[in-house]
């Protein structure tokens, strides 16, 4: 299906990742069938994505921020409010977004007296389902357009994890989703967007997913979508992190932007120009075993002081260590909220680790901006001083502070970023 709107491009360039090691399968090939918002020009789908992100924006900054002649961008964005995909508001009134990184719009041309206005998206104009499958449940949230949360919160276990009752609890979760948004104003949801911790080939199948123990060939989208009659993606959870964070939050407009999670393991993903890097074998968790402390604890595989120690396993040992009997990581979780010295001491320590691991992504990938994400994300907010400490260690006395923003662990935030990428591909 090729239909000159640029589509068999990105198609490709979707799938370009994992060309090499999918030659051979005959899976139906993702975006193709994948439902987009409207049909048009590439320049059409750019100006949408544009004011998706830096949305309200003036037509001025627009023009110029795309290198589109006044008159070209009018006709566009006329098709898009027309096509019911943004709206045009007055633009004294509302808050301006973000804009690219280094870029500073030049002074407006328009007459004087003429009314400014500023574009955005219409959020409500349509509604997504994002879902993050962990090990053992999975939750869900429906999103509208602008990647904000508008359901409450839906969780259900898995009975096991086998692909087919994680198929059926997940296909579970989408219908109460769908009931809930059947009470409000807003439309029906268009699409699925599912997160898994693992490997994901071409946005519909699964190839490696640890926490569900899965290690063959799931084609988890295609069931979903027997089982829920809506188009369904599949992606990588932290990749989704990152793109709902391009797209919607902390990482807009940025030429380079990392996310970084800590939790039951370590995950680490870079976006370029708001675009995830992609790397055949990134979902492996290739920072997981990196050198943060020559001194830390020995990881199974044998080394000493990676970046294991940052694992919750890993924490729960060092410190049943130090308070002499065993432990869970709750237990550790609390006396560090609560400020207790060894735990503190603990706390501290695996901040400054954490610091050090801040500063090899900042030394080597230059992002301008890293963000700590993860169910032990807390963390790095109890212990914020340790973790400038460790990035200031390992970084030059003149290069600039690294920037990094702690978010406060939710799994609803990766349902929605599985929503968010579904978003992206549905703009086009
Ligand atoms: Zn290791």
């Known amino acids: 299906m090729v239909d000159g709107t640029g589509r068999t491009t990105q198609s490709q360039d ?50 110029q921020m795309l290198g589109l002649s006044q008159g070209a961008l009018s006709r566009i964005t006329s098709d898009l409010i027309h096509a019911g995909v943004i709206e045009e508001l007055p633009g004294d009134a509302v808050a301006r977004g973000p804009l690219p990184q280094g870029f500073t719009p030049r002074e407006s041309t328009e007459r004087r007296g003429r009314p400014k206005t500023a574009l955005r998206l219409r959020a409500d104009a349509r509604t997504f389902i994002g879902v993050k499958a962990q090990g053992t449940s999975a939750i869900a949230a429906v999103v509208n357009a602008h990647g904000e949360v508008v359901s409450s919160r839906h969780e259900r276990a898995f009975p096991d994890r086998s692909p087919e009752q994680v198929t059926a609890a997940i296909a579970t979760l989408v219908r109460e989703c769908r009931d809930d948004v059947a009470g409000t104003p807003l439309p029906p949801p268009t699409a699925v967007g599912v ?60 030429e380079a932007f990392a996310v970084l999670t800590i939790g039951v393991g370590v995950g680490y993903s870079l976006a370029m120009h708001g675009e995830p890097v992609t790397y055949p074998d990134k979902s492996y968790g290739l920072l997981g075993h990196v050198l943060v402390d020559p001194d830390g604890p020995r990881c199974t595989a044998g080394h000493v002081g990676c970046a294991q120690c940052l694992t919750d396993d890993s924490i729960t040992e060092q410190y049943a260590r130090m308070i002499g009997h065993a432990c869970t990581f709750d237990d ?97």
């Open 332 to 428: 550790f979780a609390r006396d560090a909220k609560a400020g207790l010295p060894l735990a503190s001491r603990l706390a501290d320590r695996t901040c400054f680790r954490l610091g050090s691991l801040i500063a090899t992504i900042a030394n080597i990938a230059m992002p301008s901006k890293v963000m700590i994400a993860g169910e032990s994300a807390f963390l790095a907010n109890i212990g914020i001083d340790a973790v400038r400490d460790g990035i200031r260690r390992y970084r030059h006395s003149q290069a600039a502070p690294v920037e990094f923003t702690v978010v406060e662990h939710d799994w609803q935030l990766w349902a929605k970023a599985a929503a968010s990428r579904v978003i992206a591909r549905y703009i086009g």
């Open 14 to 63: 979707a799938e370009h990742t994992d060309a090499h090691t999918d030659v051979h399968t005959n899976t139906r090939t993702d975006a193709q069938d994948f439902p987009r918002w409207f049909e048009g020009s590439e320049y059409m789908h750019r100006v949408a994505r544009a004011i998706a992100k830096y949305g309200p924006i003036a037509r001025t900054t627009l023009a």
């Open 195 to 254: 997160a898994i911790g693992g490997h994901v080939r071409g946005e519909r199948d699964v190839t490696f997913a640890p926490f569900l123990r899965w290690d063959h060939d799931v084609p988890l989208a295609a069931m979903l979508e027997r089982a829920t009659g809506l188009p369904c993606n599949v992606y990588n959870d932290i990749d989704s992190l990152l793109v709902d964070a391009s797209w919607f939050g902390p990482g807009v407009g940025l």
